[in-house]
């Protein structure tokens, strides 16, 4: 049985990994690449956000009655990225560097606090109120999709 902290601290990292392919292609100016893996890097993030809104969010709050508590501040950070993704995007399609490199740097500072809070707060309390129900949530990203 996987835990909801260990499945998801495992996307992260795949995420992650997918960013800085990106960013590191976009730095040397191979935009080919650089679109490719950020493209690829956009879609990981979409369903990553998508597992979360449509799956675990509800239902955490459905069973605890928390809906402005720290599903709502993880929604409104989606948000927050998902505009500088779109910034990015802009930025890889105009093969502007700078501009790339420096929404990539604050994208990824976000990310980096999204996810301590996340996997240190948030998935443990979700861990706590489904205990082995975990698996059955888990098995709802299907549902939505996959990256």
Request: charged content about 25%.
């Amino acid at each position: 049985m996987a835990s909801i902290e260990e499945f998801m601290a495992q996307h992260h990292k795949a995420c992650d990994a997918r960013f800085a392919e990106a960013e590191a292609a976009a730095g040397g100016g191979d935009w080919t690449v650089a679109g490719r893996l950020f493209k690829a890097f956009e879609k990981e993030m979409a369903h990553h956000f998508e597992m979360e809104e449509a799956v675990l969010f509800p239902a955490f709050e459905e069973r605890t009655g928390m809906d402005g508590g720290p599903t709502y501040m993880m929604r409104e950070e989606h948000e927050q990225m998902r505009q500088i993704l779109a910034a990015m995007t802009a930025a890889a399609e105009a093969q502007d560097a700078d501009e790339y490199l420096g929404q990539a740097e604050t994208l990824n500072i976000l990310m980096q606090q999204h996810n301590l809070k996340e996997e240190q707060v948030l998935y443990r309390m979700m861990d706590q109120q489904f205990g082995g129900e975990a698996d059955m949530l888990l098995a709802r990203f299907d549902e939505v999709g996959a990256a």
